[in-house]
């Protein structure tokens, strides 16, 4: 382990995260809302830990695998604490276990919260919950990697712990250029949405909170009522074709700037997104046209906008999907642990990974009637190594098995199993609502602060895909071996 450079690597993401509180320091002092002591001391505590980490001096700047994993593990669980100052400080969460939830929801990109009024919060406050979001939602590590060139050695190792899905993409030779080529696709799609939402009459602000939250597949809003505040058909339209988009494996859109749509046409994965929105929608609308809605256009409108939330796992709702039907109830709970594709910034177990499964078991039944046959498991005509096919199915039995273990001691609480179980999973999948009492209509304010601490390690936990923090727990991962 190279230890002396994992502390300089957490010291720099520090900074980051100072850096990244100056915009809403310049909110909180536009709207004077009493806020501004709050972002400036916080800036001030980052910027003196993060220089004086900054400070120690690495024998070498190579990044190994394990230190890969250690960086962004710790970084993550330092970002979502420090993150919490801002609601401490300015006195808009006094509670210390309320405020790390919070924070480790934003950066997470889970989007549950635990604040009963939105609203009533300063402005500077509710900005920095949304830019927390969006900070998140690409990786605060991949942006250190983007902007600082003294920390590029063997970075590979920390875009694998922090992107989600099987295996990151690279797109150029170099690791630095990639997580540019990623965050220029980022803030461009997010500008674009930006402009679309002003278009549309929505304020300046409240167009950014909500480009924010949808880029990064969070759902963080600064009305209580989420989007459907606004009560706009144009609104939630654009907003639902955008989380979409951010659902979408993002090397799609590197292939497609490079021209090459034939690739694109073919890919497994979004075929099988895009078919799954669909196809969910049109169940939804079949099972509450009649029950719930009077017209075709509205059961289309709300269903097509919480399947695109649900399925991308972005949690923005526009309607109390908790009096639908149970069968809608139910499709939408399958498509919380699914999720969007792999690349993406939404959460879940990723498209990709249910396709693989798919094939494993379709492998193994041919295997059964053929004994002798050779059957290899294909993605968009490539063959998937052995190694990740055995990664996918360990992937699937360690979600469950921390899903199991978080819902156990979340049953501590006595609340109703469908609140409970649901609330693991809108955390572990990095969703926000759930059903029963932390649906659309509720919050998570009524856990203890034992379930709130369990969610908010859940959240990072789904964020980073379980492993580089289940490996802090580890004792062989922190001795020193020859590499």
Known sequence: ??????????????????????????????YRQGDAMSFLLSIMILAVLGLGLRRIKAITSDIYARDGFAIVALAWLLVSAFGALPFLLSGAIPSVTDAIFESASAFSTTGASILREVEVLPRGIIFWRSFAHWMGGMGVLILMIAILPSVKANTLHIMKAESPGPAPEKFVPKIGQTAKILYTIYIALTAVEVIFLLAGGMPLYDSLIHAFGTASTGGFSSKNASVGAYGSVYMETVITIFML??????????????????????????????????????????????????????AV?????????????TGYATADFTLWPVFSQCLLVLLMLMGASAGSTAGGMKCLRIILLVKIIKREI????????????????????????????????????????????????????????????????????????????????????????VL???????????????????PAFWKRVNI
């Open 1 to 30: 382990m190279n230890y002396r450079m994992i502390f300089r690597s957490l010291g720099t993401v520090m900074c980051i995260e100072a850096a990244c509180m100056v915009p809403s320091l310049l909110v909180s002092v536009i």
């Open 245 to 298: 988009i951010f659902g979408v494996n993002f090397s799609v859109y590197y292939t497609a700037l490079k021209g090459n749509l034939k690739s694109i046409m073919r890919d497994e994965e979004l075929l099988f997104y895009l078919g799954t929105v669909i196809t969910a929608i049109i169940l939804i609308v079949l099972n509450t046209y009649g029950k719930v809605y009077q017209s075709i256009g509205e």
């Open 301 to 313: 409108r709300y269903a097509s906008f919480q399947v695109g939330s649900v399925i991308t796992t």
């Open 366 to 453: 041919v295997k059964i009637i053929h004994p002798r046959s050779v059957q290899t498991v294909k993605i968009n005509g490539r063959a998937v190594d052995e190694e990740v096919l055995s990664g996918v199915m360990a992937f699937f039995f360690v979600y469950f098995a921390v899903f199991a273990a978080s819902a156990i001691v979340l049953s501590l609480d006595n609340k109703d199993m469908v609140s409970t179980t649901t609330a693991v999973i809108a955390c572990l999948s990095n969703i926000g609502p759930g059903l029963g009492t932390v649906g659309p209509a509720g919050n998570f304010a009524d856990f203890s602060n034992l379930g709130k601490a």
């Open 456 to 474: 908010s390690l859940c959240m990072i936990v789904g964020r980073l895909e379980i492993y580089p923090i289940l490996l802090l727990f580890a």
